[in-house]
């Protein structure tokens, strides 16, 4: 199953803080909780629970309602990001959000380099057309 991003940042964030308590990271180091605050973590979240009540039976849609759904969680993210000064989701998470649209359709039995070939894109490109984060 496709780990959500937000699972893997708050992972390093507890083990950021295990750090600190254990006086092995240098206070000045420690980033994670300032990169990821909670408000951003559940946000994310909540934008990733809606997307993931989408994908059971989109094996069975036509390409328009799959983009559809790839849209509706992109421009959510777009607003999370906007929410948080156009900041929210650097390069490392921006690769790990796609990466998790990608295996998540992947997963409820959609081709994406199939769906995204028959429109003149790249398997990376799913995203794209709707992204500003």
């Known amino acids: 199953m496709a780990e959500r991003p937000t699972t893997n940042w708050r992972d390093g964030i507890a083990e950021e803080a295990q750090e600190l308590a254990a006086g092995t990271l240098d206070p000045e180091c420690a980033c994670m909780a300032g990169l990821f605050p909670e408000e951003l973590l559940?946000?994310?979240?909540?934008?990733?629970?809606?997307?993931?009540?989408?994908?059971?039976?989109?094996?069975?849609?036509?390409?328009?309602?799959?983009?559809g759904v790839v849209e509706r969680v992109v421009l959510a993210l777009n607003a999370v990001n906007e929410a948080h000064n156009e900041s929210a989701y650097e390069t490392d998470e921006r690769e790990q959000l796609c990466d998790f649209i990608d295996q998540s359709l992947t997963e409820h039995g959609i081709d994406v380099v199939a769906l995204t070939a028959r429109h003149g894109l790249g398997r990376y490109q799913i995203t794209n057309k709707w992204r500003k984060w």
């Open 42 to 67: 559940t946000s994310t979240d909540a934008v990733l629970d809606a997307f993931e009540r989408e994908l059971p039976g989109l094996s069975a849609a036509d390409d328009a309602q799959i983009f």
